[in-house]
């Protein structure tokens, strides 16, 4: 197939266009990608976080109900006892439903336990309220599983933390690597058009450099010089047919 010159040089620029091109659509959905994937991550990780806050309100204020069911005997009490264990149930449930980590099942595992021996003491406290008899045990032991319930919920919420710490860190490798490995193709695909080019000038340049050394030859009257074999297949070719 016959290429002229112009040909061979747009077609070294078109190669080296191409070729930045693709180093930039790679790089850019490789980026896009992983940015997602971590957003994702990001976004379960925050999501544990409001769960676990709304958990440590309900409980706060279930501890709150309870005391003023005993001073007060409140006779709405109860009912916003039930309010507040509802709303407990459901930030512990959105909680179970996003963790999938270790540290945090092991959490939500101990806190399912102690939350259900906390409810066992309300309730001994509420029965016990009502019967008018003594309820200081009752009472001591509900506060110390109030406290160990919150202790938990504020080292689940310290995990879910530490989670997005270690995913920003995570994202942050991650340019690093993206940025020098675009960079170094980059420099991949420049080093690929500088030989494409230097390859294609030097098979322009030398056929144009024998024609030229030929014709000094020819004008200082060397006539017995052997013809010239040109390989192209471009102007200069055409032009010693």
Do not use: C
Request: proline fraction near 1%; avoid cysteine; aromatic fraction near 4%.
């Amino acid at each position: 197939m016959k290429y002229s010159i112009s040909k061979k040089l747009w077609l070294s620029f078109l190669v080296s266009i191409v070729l930045m091109i693709l180093v930039s659509v790679i790089g850019s959905f490789a980026l896009l990608s992983v940015n997602n994937k971590y957003e994702n991550i990001l976004d379960r990780d925050v999501e544990r976080i409001v769960h676990a806050k709304n958990l440590e309100i309900a409980q706060k204020d279930l501890a709150t109900r309870v005391l003023e069911f005993v001073a007060m005997n409140k006779s709405t009490a109860k009912q916003e006892i039930e309010k507040e264990i509802e709303k407990g149930s459901v930030a512990a449930r959105g909680l179970i439903e996003l963790s999938q980590d270790p540290a945090s099942l092991e959490l939500l595992e101990d806190l399912k336990v102690k939350t259900e021996l906390l409810f066992e003491s309300n309730n001994l406290i509420m029965d016990l309220k009502t019967k008018g008899q003594d309820i200081s045990a009752a009472q001591l032991t509900s506060m110390n599983l109030n406290s160990e319930v919150l202790t938990i919920i504020a080292n689940i919420i310290e995990v879910q933390e530490q989670n997005i710490a270690n995913t920003r860190a995570e994202i942050g490798k991650f340019h690093k690597v993206a940025f020098i490995s675009m960079v170094s193709l980059a420099v991949l695909a420049i080093i690929v058009a500088l030989i494409l080019s230097t390859y294609l000038s030097r098979h322009i340049s030398k056929p144009v450099g024998e024609v030229t050394t030929a014709l000094e030859a020819v004008a200082q009257g060397n006539l017995t010089m052997q013809p010239l074999q040109i390989k192209n297949k471009d102007e200069i070719a055409s032009g010693l047919d």
